[in-house]
């Protein structure tokens, strides 16, 4: 008998079709999945599931009822599917599940999903790293509810940098968020995209400004499942990519002489490639 396997699969943010081909053929191949019924879609797990798997809602119950799944995997060699939303390496509590099954002798993976943050950036059709605008993107969250904040990674601090944030697990305090994104420097015209439940059939996306945060989430009730991209990067049309200008070479590319030297000049100069 084999030892029994927990896949850890990112289900993606909500739609069926956004879930990996190796996420849905360990759906497939599972005894038992574990999902949570308000966080992924219903079709994404009977879509590919076995009509005689054990299908268990991971909301209606504690990681304690959890492990005993992990047990009895182990014992009788089950294939474990645990669906998580978007990519389970971030806030799906996945760690402490990933060392218990480990520790039971249980072969362990992960299949990374589609993010939210990735889901909502297309959702508006944005890059969320424009050249010469934004490099960087922060996944963060608000401070508060029930996990506490390390001191040093206050939303303040991470505004500070001016650059593209993802805010996650945050709708329930907008007021507390923007005002935390202003003391961080970010100017009430900021560009702000609000996403609740992308990918679903109810999905709503909203773009606007800073100081229009609050009332867009109390006009339309968003508490929960909210997602929100801010920074300059989702309203600017920003400069040429220097990889793909032709003056540019790489291992693969030769680059055009004149092209070459007029981006030479441009950056020598401090100015945008042309
Ligand atoms: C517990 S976290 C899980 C994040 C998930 N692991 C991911 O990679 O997207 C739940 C938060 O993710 C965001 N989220 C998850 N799915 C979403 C969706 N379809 N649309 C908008 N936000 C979503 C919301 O901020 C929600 O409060």
Redesign the pocket.
Known sequence: MNSGRVSFV?AG??AADLITLRGARRIAEADVVIWAAS?VMEECVTEHAQADAELVDSSRIAHEDVLRIYRRAAAEGLRVARV??????????VQEQYDAAAELGLEVEIVP?????S??AAAVGRELTIPEVAQSVVLT?LEGGKTPMPEREKLREFARHGTTLA?????ARTSQMVDELRAGGYADDTPVVV??????PD?ITVRCRLDEVEATCKERKLW?????LVGAALGARGTRSHLYHPGHFHTFRKPDAGARRALRAARAAGRPAP
């Open positions: 990112g943010p909500g966080l998580h939303s978007g990519d389970p390496s971030l806030w799906g509590a999903g589609v993010s939210a943050f889901a909502a969250r805010i996650f697990l945050s709708a996403a609740y439940r992308t990918s679903w999905e929960r499942q909210t997602l929100f």
